[in-house]
């Protein structure tokens, strides 16, 4: 599974390919599969983004999970403050990063 990734323009927010639009809720990211460069192509010329860049994931029961610890950090939000999160209310949020 591959995600497209990358920062908000207008507000720096991590923000995920949602198969049309952007969204920052990670679980609302889609497989952009093969289609993933040129869409990348596209939204790099459209200039809606900062830098989007591809990902490798897997699909589980929860959503989908990057491989790579720095995107789940991205998608979680800063891992010193659980209270400024996108999962406030979540007491494992953290241990979903490792």
Known sequence: MRLLTGNDL?????VWWAGNGWSRH?????????AGESILTAEEGARRVNVP???EATQ????????H???R?????????????LKPADP???????
Do not use: Q
């Not at 207008?10 to 991590?14: E, I, L, N, Q, R």
């Not at 990670?26 to 093969?34: F, K």
């Not at 494992?92 to 490792?98: C, E, K, N, T, Y």
């Open 10 to 14: 207008p507000t720096g927010d991590v």
């Open 26 to 34: 990670l679980e609302e990211a889609v497989d952009v599969g093969t």
């Open 53 to 55: 860049y591809l990902i």
């Open 60 to 67: 589980t029961e929860d959503g989908p999970r990057p491989a």
């Open 69 to 71: 610890i720095k995107d």
């Open 73 to 85: 950090i991205r998608a979680l939000g800063p891992t010193m403050r659980p209270d400024l999160t």
């Open 92 to 98: 494992d949020a953290g241990s979903w990063v490792i």
